[in-house]
Structures are given as structure tokens and as C-alpha cells.
């Protein structure tokens, strides 16, 4: 009997390939949006990355594009309150998405986040799927079940990423895993796959370069 939520296998070699020559070419900065009139035309594919503030985010992403610099960690959980636009090669966009999960910011500045990632969420037909990352040291938490049911509510095919996978014992991993299967279980957007990863060492990263190059 298969697991629900599997840990998805290594791809074949030509997925392997594809994934790598996408995140070989160009990859820039475009502009962080704070407003729906500010997004980019939408003229690419693009995924976007969703996690609790310091979930890693800036890390898988710099590692994907191999470029350390790209996605600029804060140093104040929460501080970046943009949808920040990245290219990939000449055919998709990386879409970063505002850490959630802070308990510092203003509720004023909470609620226009709020606000504007659903529009995002249930308006940009472009967006082919969300990325939820969660620390693989903590599972999911009660924060992470508010994006997972707003994904839901916009129709937006989500699948988990494990992060941060090198800091946890397999036989810890594993029970975190099977957490994590029984909140998905929940969710009808819940793409029924995981990806394991960690920035640091590498794992996982070529598995989700292969993902994204194969959405269509």
C-alpha cells in the first residue's frame, strides 16, 4: 500500500537535464509588488513560494537559481511585506511570496498582506502551483493551515517542501513527515507529492527544478 503524500523520486535523466538548463540561464530580479496594479504581464509561467517567516525561503531559492544573493533573507521576520517577481531563464517566473506567521507586525500591515495575496492567489492565471515550505524540524503548524485553506479556497494547486531536512535525524524526519501527510489530508489543493530538501546540502534542489520545468 502507497503512502499517502509521498517523498517524490528522483526524476529520470531528462527531466534532470530540463531542470537544470532552465535554472542555468538568466535569472534577475524584476520588481517586488505591493499593490495588484503592479504585477508584472503575465507572460510566463510562474510558481510562487509560500512559508512562516524563517522557513528557509531565501535559501531554497537562491540555491535553485544558484545564486546565493538573489532572495535576500531579513533579518526581522516579517519585514518584507512584497510579492517579489524573479525570472527563470525566458519562460517562468519565481514568484516570492511575504513570510507569514509574524507576530510583530501591525494589524493594519497583516491585514493589506492578507488582502492582496488573495487577490494574487485567485487572480493570476498564470500561476501554474504554490510551493508551501515548512521546516522540517517543526512540521506543520496551526499558521501554515491558514495559507493551506486559503490555497484551497482559490483553487491553487499546492505542494509541500520540506526544508531545512539536514538539520533533523531520519528517524525524527520521518515522524514529521508522517504529521505533515495527516494535515494534507485535509486539504483537496494538496498536490500528492512531497519534496525533501535542504539549502545547504543540496537535497532535494535538482527534484524541484525538475518539477517546475515539467509544469505546464
Not at 501591525?106 to 494574487?120: H, I, M, N
Not at 528517524?171 to 519534496?195: G, I, T, Y
Amino acid at each position: 500500500m502507497q503512502l499517502p503524500f509521498p517523498v517524490a523520486q528522483d526524476p529520470d535523466q531528462q527531466s534532470l537535464e530540463k531542470g537544470r538548463l532552465l535554472f542555468a540561464g538568466e535569472t534577475e530580479f524584476v520588481k517586488g509588488v505591493v499593490a495588484m496594479s503592479g504585477l508584472p504581464d503575465p507572460d510566463r509561467m510562474e510558481v510562487c513560494f509560500a512559508g512562516r517567516s524563517n522557513v528557509g525561503k531565501s535559501s531554497l531559492i537562491n540555491a535553485l537559481t544558484g545564486r546565493k544573493g538573489l532572495a535576500r533573507a531579513s533579518n526581522t521576520p516579517g519585514r518584507t511585506q512584497e510579492i517579489n517577481f524573479f525570472t527563470a531563464g525566458e519562460s517562468h517566473y519565481l514568484v516570492d511570496l511575504p513570510g507569514y506567521g509574524y507576530a510583530n507586525a501591525p494589524v493594519p500591515v497583516v491585514e493589506k498582506w492578507q488582502r492582496l495575496l488573495k487577490q494574487y492567489l485567485s487572480g493570476r492565471q498564470t500561476l501554474r502551483r504554490a510551493f508551501v515550505l515548512i521546516d522540517a524540524r517543526h512540521g506543520a503548524k496551526k499558521v501554515d493551515e491558514e495559507i493551506l485553506s486559503l490555497l484551497d479556497s482559490a483553487a491553487v494547486t499546492f505542494q509541500v517542501v520540506l526544508t531545512k531536512a539536514d538539520k533533523v535525524k531520519e528517524k525524527e524526519r520521518e515522524k514529521v513527515l508522517d504529521q505533515v501527510r495527516n494535515a494534507l489530508s485535509k486539504h483537496p489543493a494538496a498536490f500528492p507529492e512531497l519534496v525533501v530538501t535542504s539549502s545547504e546540502k543540496g537535497w532535494g534542489i535538482p527534484t524541484l527544478r525538475s518539477i517546475i520545468t515539467d509544469l505546464t
